[in-house]
């Protein structure tokens, strides 16, 4: 339960706003019955190919002495020999897949909860002009509650998080009865129709379905 409110709490989130990029966004594509099987199709493979076939399979088993992470495995690359020049660019790889850890950790609270508070202007427009106001204020009051440490702040979310993901299934499964046909998204066909059909504006798409992996 402590994981569920620390870890998992992205996985909930995340495939919000990047639906919500890949159809409202500055490249954003027409809401067409293919589009919107497309972009689905992607969502449901990358998650599928990054999370349980890249992290689990690969990434799970590269460690050094059972310490994990970009600097860990660094570490074990540069302890192999080489040249120097070689040994630099290992150096300069690490640090910039370090940067990229750091920069994630930044964007994807924001952007979390940001994607969460968004519904509010689905349930009425009237709340529109006060989404930035509200995220501004739960952002700080995540970061004052935090020093509570892991257990804290696991044992308060844990609960809300294990709440959140029952209420997407149950909407996920009543929409799925009554649209059956989105589950066609699961062929990778629609996906690969998807970026041809839209050349390049189907590629720049594909920044925001990588928002899904953010939170996995």
């Not at 493979?45 to 690969?58: A, N």
């Not at 994990?68 to 074990?76: H, S």
Request: with cysteine.
């Amino acid at each position: 339960m402590t994981a569920l409110g620390v870890v998992y709490g992205d996985i909930g989130t995340s495939p919000l706003y990047a639906i919500h990029e890949c159809f409202k966004g500055e490249h954003g594509v027409p809401v067409t019955h293919e589009n919107v099987l497309g972009v689905l199709s992607l969502i449901f493979w990358s998650l599928t190919i990054v999370i349980s076939i890249k992290y689990l399979v690969y990434v799970m088993r590269a460690d050094n002495r059972g310490e994990g992470g970009i600097l860990a495995l660094m570490a074990l690359a540069t302890s192999r020999g080489g040249t120097r020049r070689s040994t630099w660019v290992v150096v300069l790889l690490g640090l910039f897949g370090a940067a990229l850890l750091y920069g994630d950790g930044m964007i994807t609270p924001a952007i979390s909860v940001l994607g969460a508070t968004e519904g509010l202007e689905v349930a009425t427009p009237a709340f529109s002009h006060f989404i930035a106001p509200i995220t501004i204020v739960i952002l700080i009051g995540l970061f004052m509650f935090q020093k509570r440490g892991t257990a804290g702040v696991g044992a308060i979310f844990g609960p809300v998080t294990l709440v959140w993901f029952i209420l997407l299934s149950v909407l996920g499964i009543v929409h799925i009865v009554h649209q059956p046909k989105v589950l066609l998204a699961l062929s990778p066909l629609h996906g690969a129709l998807f970026l041809l059909h839209n050349h390049i504006n189907g590629f720049l798409v594909l920044g925001a379905v990588f928002l899904v992996a953010t939170g996995g």
